[in-house]
């Protein structure tokens, strides 16, 4: 038993169990069923975020919902083990996360149940398997179904919500919904950012974007190349080194690594709560500031690679080149060739709606920054401008007024929303603030599409709580 470990309980959910007690029964779902139409919501996204929508909406009354992930089963709890390679998680341990307004179904109740009030104390940062083992427990804890191995292919509008195409296990199949939420991990924002100077010049086998998935112990003896400095680049390295490569070479283009965590000067309340009402030109700025600092990665991701002797860092060393050299990777770098097996990409993401195959389709549709707002040419910036111009509940919006109506029931929640709403959505900080927006929207939405059958419901008929002749021996006239 781990030394922070407390003896076995009967029952370490019983403080769960109790909240869900107080709380009382789930509500009925109140949203009238609609010929066609298979589902009032849909999910794209068995992770962190798309579980904690699905048991949201489910609390909010409104029922029908489907969740799909792409992952075989749920054993991966989305990124966190597989691509997520951080020994501790980069957030804030006392965050909140999927369990919203419900302490007893937080990270902190659950780690405590099974490890005591002076272990969480120890903590610095949520370790990452620990907060995989959490997220797969809350799954499973509120019963939330996922379809796992299912990817959605396409979109189309019909009358009344979307036809979508998905691909299972069964095959091809088409369903039908009201109400989309793509609550798919930063990949989801558009692509991955692998530099042109790989693509063009080397084979798919000699690289790969953190994104994907790494066999690192064939990586054991070998000269490997991180090109990024960010967080992942570092995790990167640091896994390839604890795995035996030779000898890493990271490469950042700047000539000092990142430091300047400038998203934190906006995350007091009035910033974090009120973001979305800043004026575009502000939340411009903001975004722009992030971009010229640099993502910043954690200070233990740094000393976890450089606390190894064959690790070697390069500064102000963008790569110039590529080529292969019989078996050998070889870069042009300052002028100089560096010789290696293997490249790594920790180059970040592009936030590019046209890129996604399941957005293919109505991209040309999606209104984008660059098409809400154009900023003082001093703060042009390309990257900035790609991503999608979300609405208040994070929903699509048409870039031609009236030509697409049907985005506004589209709601985004991965990081594209980062302009839009100053976080990469759908991370843990984004939690508290965005996903109780989102279904709120979706709950004014779908009630008012049928306000009809609604106005019916309300107007109808209701039983006397009780007879007249309860107080009927108590009636007398007024004395005159």
């Not at 007893?104 to 780690?111: K, N």
């Not at 610095?124 to 799954?139: K, V």
Request: proline share 8%; hydrophobic share 45%; charged share 20%.
């Amino acid at each position: 038993m781990p030394a922070h470990a407390l003896p076995e309980t009967p029952d370490p959910d019983a403080a769960a169990r109790r909240a869900l007690r107080l709380i009382g029964p789930d509500p009925a779902n109140w949203v009238p069923d609609r010929p066609g139409i298979d589902h009032n919501v849909f999910i794209v996204g068995g992770g962190q975020t798309g579980c904690a929508l699905a048991y949201a909406l489910r609390r909010a009354g409104i029922g029908k919902v489907a969740v799909i992930d792409a992952a075989a089963d749920g054993a991966g709890s989305g990124i966190w083990r597989d691509t997520a390679r951080m020994h501790l998680l980069r957030t804030p341990k006392a965050l909140v996360g999927p369990e919203l307004g419900l302490p007893d179904l937080g990270f902190r109740a659950w780690y405590e149940a099974r490890h005591g009030e002076a272990a969480y104390a120890a903590l610095d940062r949520i370790p990452r398997p620990d907060w995989a083992a959490y997220l797969a427990w809350f799954r499973a804890f509120l019963a939330i179904p996922v379809r796992y191995g299912t990817r959605l292919l396409g979109i189309a509008p019909r009358a009344g919500g979307f036809t979508l195409r998905l691909a299972g296990p069964r095959g091809i199949a088409h369903e039908t919904a009201r109400k989309i939420i793509l609550a798919t991990g930063f990949a989801g924002a558009g692509r991955p950012l692998v530099p042109e100077v790989l693509t063009r010049a080397l084979p798919a086998t000699r690289y790969a974007h953190t994104d994907a998935p790494i066999d690192f112990t064939a990586l054991r003896g070998k000269v490997v190349a991180v090109i990024g400095a960010a967080a992942s680049a570092f995790d990167a390295a640091g896994v390839a080194l604890e795995q035996g490569a030779a000898r890493v070479h990271l490469f950042a283009r700047r000539a000092e690594i990142a430091a300047l965590p400038v998203t934190r000067a906006r995350g007091y309340p009035g910033a974090y709560d009120n973001y979305f009402d800043l004026p575009d030109a502000l939340r411009w700025r903001l975004a722009l500031r992030f971009r010229q600092a640099g993502s910043t990665p954690t200070a233990d991701a740094i000393e976890r690679a450089v606390a190894h002797a064959n690790f070697q860092l390069h500064l102000a060393a963008p790569w110039e080149a590529a080529r292969m050299e019989g078996e050998h990777v070889v870069a042009r770098v300052g002028g100089q060739d560096v010789r290696c097996d293997f490249v790594i990409a920790g180059t970040g993401y592009a936030a590019e709606p046209a890129a996604r195959e399941e957005l293919a389709a109505i991209a040309p549709h999606i209104r984008l920054w660059r098409d809400a707002y154009t900023p003082p040419e001093q703060e042009a910036d390309a990257a900035l401008g790609a991503h999608p111009y979300l609405g208040a509940g994070h929903e699509y919006l048409e870039k031609t007024q009236g030509a697409a109506p049907w985005l506004g029931d589209i709601h985004v929640q991965n990081p594209s929303g980062f302009v839009s709403f100053g976080l990469p959505t759908g991370d843990v900080p984004s939690m508290k603030r965005d996903l109780p927006a989102i279904v709120a929207r979706i709950s004014r939405d779908l009630f008012l599409a049928d306000l009809a059958a609604h106005e019916r419901r309300m107007q109808a008929a209701v039983a006397p709580d009780f007879p007249a002749d309860l107080y009927a021996p108590a009636v007398r006239p007024v004395a005159g």
